[in-house]
């Protein structure tokens, strides 16, 4: 197991638990934070590009931490930077009009404080529920629609559940039709709203081990071992493995970030990230028609990572990192465990078989995989990062967990979602994610293109009508790179070194590659979550590097009017070409739930690939060894 240093080395080394502590103690000083005053975050405030690039190894980094600071209900928050090095803020800006990402400590007493409420209580009983102490209450952003309620305040809306004991899966009782809003700020029940109560589904949904017994008895023990260890080498948080150097942080919204990635000391990207997701769900009702939760803005999928457990989530030769962030109160948080790293065998990497020469040649693949699970509310999040021998890199984000529901009368048919047990009604949604891909391919300088397969009409140069070439088109405003995914053309699409070329000539370059499900927003671009979410109406988005634009929805996407993020900088329809470039990338999961689903979700997947072009001569992975034998007298060469 490995841990960041407690002190840095790096300019980019992983915040420490004593980083946190001395930030803290210097904001208090300054005498300007009142007690009761919340933190919504501390992190390390990343020097832009060409401060890393002036830093010399053995150089003191003169690290800064931000931090954003809630002094009160109101809608007001101090963003203030602290130079550990100097002991002092060099920056302090206060924020009127915007809200932080939901607190713990105000959505737990959301929970507690709703629960004791006479009208909460009274509707209960009206449903026949009066031991509160078994009703799960779920805490849900509560988005922007215009009502009395939310103006001036930091709000949620509660939905509620019943569970039979505390261990129960609650989801299995929706209490359908009532919905509470919530001031978090001031801890006070805004409203208690009953839209009429139906049936409590009969059926459990349990999913223990315990309760599905006999469990299959032919599955045979797994053992993934490496005796002479595993190929990877780590220092602080500086990953090297095969070719490939990356070095990895971690954030409260984006989780897992990658940084500074080469392969032979050639650069491929700056930084790569999660920068947003969004969860609209489609059924327009009351109850869940303002479902749309922004799973890393307003949650934060760096605060919702759980600690994974060896054998479990993460199996073979692990190395984890623990990841260190801030509580509330402003001391450090450490998640053990965070970050597993690990080495996968990945099948044939290439194989021939010359029929002529009487010669057979295969090399088997394998992927350096670093990951974090988030669990946010209902859902689970795994973030897959996978690195292969031939260059490639990879994400593949994986969902799980348990679907948002309600109750219906069993067996009536639903408009926007679907029936997945007796009773249990799971609405239509999507699931969209918008990772953020710095890349500096062979350096800064770069532009896109966007390559697809065309097809030549039959004519004098293609007489058998077979013919197709690659279309390049050059993107070169942000207005222009404003793309979509078009599968039946083999859409990708190419950033391209301006500076270096390969041996034959031509310029070098990585592409991004849609590889499944990547739909868009499917609500209306007028809707709330349309405006909110605009990052999500288009696949691609690409901009020229700005160190201060790195969320998708802007910075503060908690009850947003929207208008913030992609669509505010992408306004001026800046210049793509010959410069650096940031490509944003949105893709993920229309769901219609299905019985399978219930009562845990069957993993699901989605993600993209960034794959070489022309970055190489030849097929890197030529001097991969030869696999020992297995036996038999089998050659793996």
């Known amino acids: 197991m490995g841990a960041a240093p ?180 001031r801890n006070e029940v805004i409203e208690v709203i009953d839209h009429g109560s139906v049936e409590l589904p009969r059926a459990h949904a349990r999913y223990m081990a315990a309760d599905h017994q006999p469990l299959r008895a032919d599955v045979k023990p797994l053992h993934i071992t490496q005796p002479e260890g595993p190929s990877f080498a780590v220092a602080g948080n500086l990953i090297e493995w095969q070719k490939f150097a990356v070095r990895i942080t971690f954030d409260p919204y984006e989780g897992l970030v990658l940084h500074g990635v080469t392969y032979e000391g050639r650069s491929i990207a700056h930084r790569l990230s999660m920068s947003e997701m969004v969860v609209p769900y489609g059924d327009p009702g009351e109850i869940h028609g303002f479902k749309n939760a922004f799973d890393a803005g307003e949650w934060g999928l760096g605060r919702m990572t759980q600690p994974l457990t060896l054998g479990c989530d993460c199996l073979g030769e692990i190395y984890y990192f623990d990841a260190v962030l801030a509580t509330e109160g402003g001391k450090p948080w450490v998640i053990d465990n965070a970050i597993c790293m690990h080495e996968e065998d990945y099948g044939v990497l290439w194989k021939h078989v010359d029929l002529f020469g009487g010669t057979s040649e295969v090399r088997r693949s394998r992927r350096l995989v670093i990951s974090h699970i988030a669990t946010v509310g209902n859902y689970e999040y795994g973030f897959y990062w996978y690195f292969y021998m031939d260059g490639n890199i990879q994400l593949e984000v994986k969902l799980s967990g348990i679907l948002s529901v309600g109750a219906i009368e069993p067996g009536s048919l639903r408009e926007f979602g679907n029936e997945v047990a007796p009773g249990v009604y799971a609405p239509f949604h999507q699931h969209m994610f918008c990772a953020r891909l710095d890349l500096d391919v062979d350096g800064e300088n770069n532009s896109v293109y966007e390559v697809e397969a065309e097809r030549v009409p039959p004519g004098p140069g293609n007489p058998w009508g077979n013919a197709f070439r690659a279309k390049k088109t050059l993107l070169e405003t942000e207005k222009a790179a404003q793309r979509e995914v078009n599968p039946a053309v083999s859409r990708s699409w190419r950033v391209v070194s301006e500076t270096a070329r390969n041996g034959m000539g031509q310029p070098t370059s990585y592409k991004l590659v849609p590889t499944m499900s990547t739909p868009t927003l499917l609500a209306h671009e007028t809707s709330s979550v349309g405006r909110r979410a605009e990052f999500a109406q288009h696949n691609l988005w690409v901009t020229p590097y700005a160190p201060a634009e790195t969320r998708a929805a802007g910075d503060y996407p908690n009850q947003s009017s929207g208008g913030a993020g992609l669509p505010e900088w992408t306004a001026a329809d800046r210049s793509l070409v010959d410069t650096d470039v940031v490509l944003w990338y949105s893709f993920g999961i229309t769901h219609f739930p299905r019985p399978e689903d219930w009562p845990v979700m069957p993993t699901e997947y989605t993600g993209f690939l960034l794959s070489p072009v022309g970055f190489f001569d030849r097929n890197p992975a030529l001097d991969v060894p030869p696999s020992e034998p297995g036996g038999n007298g089998s050659s793996c060469h």
């Open 6 to 185: 407690s002190t840095p080395i790096h300019p980019l080394s992983m915040l420490t638990a004593v980083e946190v502590k001395r930030a803290v103690e210097i904001i208090k000083a300054t005498g300007r934070v009142a007690e009761g005053a919340l933190y919504a975050h501390i992190v390390l405030a990343e020097p832009d590009k060409a401060t890393l690039a002036a830093w010399k190894p053995g150089v003191d980094p003169g690290r800064h931490v931000r931090a954003q600071i809630v002094p009160g209900p109101e809608l007001e928050l101090i963003e203030a930077t602290v130079s550990l090095a100097q002991g002092v803020v060099t920056e302090w800006r206060v924020v009127t009009g915007e809200r932080p990402t939901l607190l713990f400590r105000e959505t737990a007493n959301a929970m507690f404080t709703t629960r004791a409420h006479p009208e909460y209580i009274a509707a209960l009983a009206k449903r026949g529920i009066i031991d509160v102490e078994n009703v799960q209450i779920d805490t849900w952003p509560a988005g922007t629609f215009g009502y009395d309620a939310e103006q001036g305040r930091r709000i949620a809306r509660c939905l509620s559940f019943v569970r039979e004991f505390p261990t129960d899966n609650g989801y299995a009782r929706p209490v359908e039709g009532l919905i509470v809003h919530f001031d978090l700020g």
